[in-house]
């Protein structure tokens, strides 16, 4: 049985990935009949128009969701069991609107290997270069 040590040290500072993808209608929409979400800020677009953003945007836990594929991109091919630990800091200093192609990049910032911990700076930014969600995600092997 392989444990968190065993990919451990492939996870070193620096180590990063990334992904794209343009933020679709669909998208939002199964998102929010997912989780229930379905606040005028994110289906009704006369309701938009009227804010200062002008159009839907996108909820921001999508956006967390994208961060989640992230790190599982990070461990591909590493032995072991990993969970994540979780998220702090979370940000969304910009709207993401529909249409919008985000890339979010998961890039390993720090380790405890006392704890068997990896500590990510995740960003997703859109062709605009706008910042529209930042983290700190916490991966933690599993013995």
Known sequence: MTTGTDGFEALTIGRRVTFSKT?????????AGITGDFSPNHVDE?????????????HGALAIGFMSKTSTMVLEGLPGTWISYGYDKV?????????DTITVAYEIVERDPSQ????????????????????????????
């Not at 933020?23 to 998102?31: C, N």
């Not at 953003?53 to 996108?58: E, L, N, P, Q, T």
């Not at 068997?116 to 013995?143: M, N, P, S, Y």
């Open 91 to 99: 940000r969304f200093p910009a709207p993401l609107f529909f249409g």
């Open 23 to 31: 933020i679709s209608e669909s998208d939002v929409y199964l998102f």
């Open 46 to 58: 006369e309701y938009m128009r009227k804010t200062r953003y002008g159009r839907r945007i996108a």
């Open 116 to 143: 068997l911990k990896t500590f990510a700076r995740v960003t997703c930014t859109t062709q605009r270069g706008d910042v529209v969600c930042a983290a700190t995600h916490i991966l933690k092997g599993v013995e």
